[in-house]
């Protein structure tokens, strides 16, 4: 563990999730990304350590340049909670791709290529790690390089917990009314297990929105409703190669080998996804 010399910016939030709020901060005189954690109610305080605990101990032992690296776990002075540390950095690939000025499709397609080295390394850890949030908010773009880095992993597929501590990385918070696009059909199945092919699904989307520069589904009626959403994925809807007929916005123009990738990993089937 740290020691507890962490300093906590709580008017600078860079994330937050449903338990969790990611603030700048500093260690030392490093500038770093410290993740708090809620008090919920109705929530066992004990569940919520382990679940700190847990995610801490699966960081630790975490190391690839594409994977947000974590300095260790420490103590918020000032309420004496747990908290993690990580590198601070820059911009969501999100946010990058909504800018006025948006990156080139080669920039764009070395991030997806930075991203599918994070996923191929969190799948081949033994047990494999499933993200289980791959999204466009959670791939941050280090400040000096810029390459992708994946930020907010889920735990390894043999761990489960009924807390989720996962954060969404926006200047926005929500950049959307709801990522529902970004879960799988099988995964609304009860009893259904992580496997790696739920995060080869999310990539999909994540790859058709860094691509096209459209969320999923954008510009759809009802797209704020995640149960509408969700029926549309159960049901084999996927987001058009064009864009959403007479909506206002056009959509950037997808490469038919990528087009094909893209198709294959938000495949129905989880079998036939890369």
């Known amino acids: 563990m740290l020691k507890p010399i962490v300093t906590i910016d709580r008017n600078n939030i860079l994330g937050e999730g449903a338990y969790s709020v990611v603030c700048a901060g500093t260690y030392k005189t490093s500038q770093v990304a410290i993740k708090t954690f809620k008090k919920v109610a ?50 969501s690939v999100y946010d990058a791709i909504r800018e006025n000025l948006p990156p080139t499709v080669a920039t764009r397609n070395k991030w997806l290529l930075d991203t599918a080295h994070a996923l191929d390394y969190l799948h081949s850890q033994d047990p494999p790690v499933i993200h289980r949030d791959l999204k466009p908010d959670n791939i941050l773009l280090d400040i000096t390089s810029q390459k992708a880095v994946l930020a907010d992993f889920g735990l390894p597929s043999s761990l489960s917990l009924s807390l989720s501590l996962h954060t969404t ?59 509408i959403v969700e029926s549309w994925i159960r049901n ?15 959509v950037d123009v997808v490469a038919d080998g990528s087009w094909d990738l893209i198709e294959s990993c938000w495949s129905q089937d989880p079998d036939y996804r890369p």
């Open 42 to 91: 109705g929530k066992d305080g004990s569940e919520l350590l382990q679940a700190i605990e847990k995610e801490a101990a699966m960081d630790a032992q975490l190391r690839h340049p594409n994977i947000i690296h974590f300095w260790g776990q420490s103590v918020d002075l000032v309420t004496g909670d747990p908290v993690l540390v990580f590198d601070r950095l820059g911009k």
């Open 169 to 227: 990385y926006s200047k926005d918070k929500l950049p959307t009314t709801n990522h529902s696009s970004f879960t799988p059909p099988e995964a609304y199945v009860v009893g259904y297990k992580p496997s790696a092919e739920y995060d080869v699904f999310s990539f999909g989307m994540a790859m058709y929105f860094i691509l096209t520069r459209h969320w999923p589904f954008e510009g759809k009626e009802m797209i704020e409703k995640p149960c």
């Open 236 to 250: 084999g809807s996927r987001p058009d190669r064009y864009g959403t007929k007479d909506y206002s916005q056009p």
